[in-house]
């Protein structure tokens, strides 16, 4: 068995090869063909990914260079700031504040007699005269104490007359006893004549009651007279009725606690009460004009004149209240609206006015960035007066018509060259 596979295997080993096949042969071309694909075929593949290189980096390439030259370009130039003028303040400014309208006249109505209400002429809204009728209440008892009071003075009057005819009598008594006496010593007794001058000095003193009696009387019937007028309800002024609380037949009661039976007003001319706050306050000056508008209607301006003024401020509020007269015609104004009231004041001196963002604060105090002619920044230490929000007071490190920068933040360094750029209006 050994000895017939080694005869195999060392048969199978000298076994000639085939011989190869010769220029020309079939074989030999079509190898040559399958070369000549491949090498074609690689070199599309080198070419397409040359392409594709070259695609995607020659523009990251031209873009990274125009990214250079323009951080180059930025770096090169002036930093780019925002700026603002120093302005001075106009020397008339404006304040516009909240008020409060009144009437120029107003009056609630209230009984001082006792009665029930008979007729009532008038109701809310009616335009009334001074003088006019509005109501009229009914009163007996008053009628009747009146009759009363007027019966006891004629009573009075007619025991003055008695006493004034005894003092009479007894006076003319008293003279002929102090004839008859005179003629006549003995005749008549001293304790006579002292009886009888007693008797003029009491009949005296009964006229004199007697004409006190008829005062007294008098001035009651003045006083049930005037009750009596007081029973017809009239305007005291020329105005309108904005309240009426009565109707014909209730109880009138005249008292402390009496319910208010009209209310009446006068608005032809109103009067605005303005607080006034301190900042302001010195510049208020009675005689000065003022305009007045509803807010929603800020083109009706009315004009008004400042008539008075309390010469002092709140302790709590720290304001001047403030009266303006504005006239009403046409009651295009109504009482008790809150209305808005333009002053125009005139300045003493004339202040320096910057954006409130234009200030750096320091620890050393606030400072401003000012530009000079070569528009470097320069840092200058101000003292600030009254904060507006968006602008603020300067009093002193600045002058009209300098450029400052706003927003100068940390970046901007002393002496730094910039660009200045002026904010569109």
């Given amino acids: 068995m050994t000895d017939a596979v080694t005869t195999n295997v060392t048969t199978e080993r000298i076994r000639p090869a085939p011989a190869p096949p ?80 009144l009437p120029w006249k107003e009056a609630a109505m209230y009984a001082r007699s006792t ?17 006019q009728l509005l109501a009229v209440i009914v009163a007996p008892d008053i009628d009747d104490q009146l009759t009363q009071a007027r019966a006891n003075v004629e009573q009075a009057r007619a025991t003055l007359k008695l006493s004034q005819a005894n003092a009479a009598l007894a006076r003319i008594i008293l003279a002929r006893y ?69 109707e014909i037949g209730d109880l009138i009661t005249a008292d402390s606690t009496a319910r208010e039976l009209f209310h009446i007003m006068q608005t032809d001319t109103l009067r605005v009460f303005v607080n006034v706050p301190q900042v302001f306050a010195t510049s208020i000056e009675k005689g000065q004009t003022a305009a007045v508008y509803r807010r929603d209607e800020p083109q009706n301006q009315h004009p008004g004149k400042v008539t008075r003024t309390s010469d002092a401020l709140d302790l709590n509020t720290r304001t001047l209240l403030t009266q303006v007269e504005v006239p009403n015609p046409t009651n295009a104004l109504r009482p008790g609206m809150q209305l808005q009231v333009k002053f125009i004041f ?80």
């Fill in 22 to 101: 010769g220029p020309g042969s079939p074989e030999d071309e079509s190898r040559r063909r399958a070369g000549t694909r491949i090498l074609v075929s690689g070199s599309l593949v080198v070419i397409l990914l040359a392409a594709a290189l070259a695609a995607g980096t020659l523009p990251r390439i031209a873009q990274q260079k125009k990214l250079d030259a323009r951080a180059t370009q930025v770096a090169a130039r002036r930093p780019r700031v925002t700026v603002a003028v120093v302005r001075k303040l106009e020397p008339a400014a404006e304040r516009i504040l909240p008020g409060n309208s």
């Fill in 115 to 131: 009665g029930f209400l008979s007729q009532r002429l008038v109701d809310i809204g009616d335009h009334v005269q001074a003088g």
């Fill in 178 to 246: 102090e004839s008859i006496k005179k003629e006549n010593t003995g005749a008549i007794a001293q304790q006579l004549l002292d009886e009888q001058q007693a008797t003029v000095n009491t009949t005296a003193a009964s006229v004199e009651n007697s004409q006190a009696t008829i005062d007294v009387n008098q001035a009651l019937v003045r006083r049930y007279a005037d009750l009596q007028s007081f029973l017809r309800i009239t305007a005291p002024f020329t105005g309108i009725i904005t309240a009426r609380h009565v």
């Fill in 346 to 425: 005139d300045r003493k001196v004339s202040s320096l006015m910057i954006p409130t963002s234009a200030l750096a604060t320091r620890s050393t105090g606030p400072r401003v960035g000012v530009l000079d002619a070569q528009h470097r920044v320069h840092y200058r230490d101000v003292e600030l007066g009254r904060d507006y929000g968006a602008e603020v007071q300067v009093l002193a490190g600045l002058q009209d018509g300098e450029t400052v920068v706003v927003h100068p933040g940390d970046d901007i360094p002393e002496g730094t060259v910039v660009e200045p750029v002026r904010p569109s209006k």
